[in-house]
């Protein structure tokens, strides 16, 4: 049996650009049923496709598979814009059978509301520094490009995947600053709208965890962290991180009930490595150490 989540929300696929990980995130959904899918902005990114990306086959898959689930399982799929897809700005609100291409949302669950935005509101308002700022857009573009080398080396190597970027930013000092700046407004934020809650993305860092008893949830990136948040039918948030799924476990177990005669070769369990649950959060959601 596939996993059944209430909700799956990802965002900052980023489309369009050369670290987009469009494979692994349609791989990634592949693994779960979900009765919601909330696609929280920069997904395309439609800056760097004006600029010299290419509209690959891979980025076209991305979207059949999401059109998979709406038409196998009647998922609902929200798609909020980011500052990378503002083009939708001129077609928002839209609705289309299970489609909904929007702003933001209010989402209930557990009896808590949750405010879900991209989260850039803030970029001009709260500091100088936009978030990639800290090391420059340069720097982030090198960061990125060595990342790929350390993992293209992890890889041939027989390494699981590592965030370099992800661990050089835990590293920075303002980058540590900016993040629980950007964290500590956007929980202000959502109180100031009546909610329980804030669902975002928009700086790459996947996080769980309460600020001033306001549910703070980012749901990461699939350009570095390639992370999901997921909750359940019981209103339990977790964080999925793409490379602590035991895609191996989960084929030698198909190939098992398979040789054993049943019918369900087809379908897979998943169990995320690392599980937050909103009862106990957890600070530990830093990527892996450097192996
Ligand atoms: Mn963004």
Known sequence: MKTHFKTIIVSDVHLGTKGSKAKEIARFLKQYHCDNLILNGDIIDGWQLKKSGAWKRKHTRFFNRILKMIENHNTQVFYLRGNHDDFLDQILPLQIGNLSIQTDMIYESRGKKYFITHGDVFDSITTNLRWIAYLGDMGYTFLLWLNRVVNHY??????????????????????????????????????????????????????????????????????????????????????????????????????????????????????????????????????????
């Not at 027989?158 to 993040?179: D, E, N, R, T």
């Not at 001033?212 to 390639?226: I, K, P, Q, R």
Request: aromatic content about 12%; overall charge negative.
């Open 154 to 291: 992890r890889f041939k190597r027989g390494l699981p995947y590592f965030s370099l970027s992800q661990y050089i930013k835990g590293k920075v000092k303002s980058a540590v600053s900016y993040v629980d700046q950007y964290e500590t407004e956007l929980a202000k934020m959502a109180k100031a709208k009546g909610c329980n809650g804030i669902i975002c993305g928009h700086i790459h860092k996947a996080e769980n965890r309460l600020i001033d008893g306001v549910h703070y949830l980012n749901s990461g990136d699939w350009v570095e962290t390639m992370s999901a948040l997921a909750e359940d039918h019981e209103g339990n948030w977790q964080l999925i991180y793409y490379s602590e799924i035991n895609f191996k476990e989960i084929r030698d177990q198909e190939v098992g009930s398979f040789f054993s005669g049943k019918e369900e070769e087809n379908e897979s369990t998943i169990i995320p490595l690392r599980k937050v649950s909103f009862d106990s959060p957890k600070d530990d959601l830093n990527p892996p150490a450097f192996r």
